[in-house]
């Protein structure tokens, strides 16, 4: 079992910027692809970015290319969210994902809420 665990999430202005964290434990961090999702009230999850194993392929949303950026540091089995020129459709909660490609194990955080005023 591997648990996630998000911060970072909370009320920002448009315009600013917001790092989000992910903390895992449970599994071995460094064989699961890590990724983070967005949910917004009353919608599906939809993908945010995901981040490979090595940590040297990353891949976005054409909605966040650009202004989010996705890394990880397997010292600390972390996965990080920064958010840059923030704007009020970036309200949702935001959630941390880990995939083991060769398993096919999954699992989820709770998320982190996100509010953007404008």
């Known amino acids: 079992q591997m648990r996630l665990v998000e911060s970072g999430g909370g009320l920002v202005q448009a315009g600013g910027s917001l790092l989000l964290s992910c903390v895992a434990s449970?599994?071995?961090?460094?064989?699961?692809?890590m990724a983070w999702y967005r949910q917004f009230p009353g919608k599906e999850r939809e993908f945010v970015a995901t981040i490979s194993r090595t940590g040297d392929s990353t891949s976005y949303a054409d909605s966040v290319k650009g202004r989010f950026t996705i890394s990880r540091d397997h010292a600390k089995s972390m996965v990080y969210l920064q958010r840059n020129n923030l704007n009020p459709e970036n309200t949702a909660t935001y959630l941390c994902n880990a995939t083991d490609p060769v398993s096919e194990f999954n699992s989820w955080g709770q998320g982190t809420q996100v509010i953007v005023s404008s």
């Open positions: 449970g599994r071995t961090f460094s064989i699961h692809d």
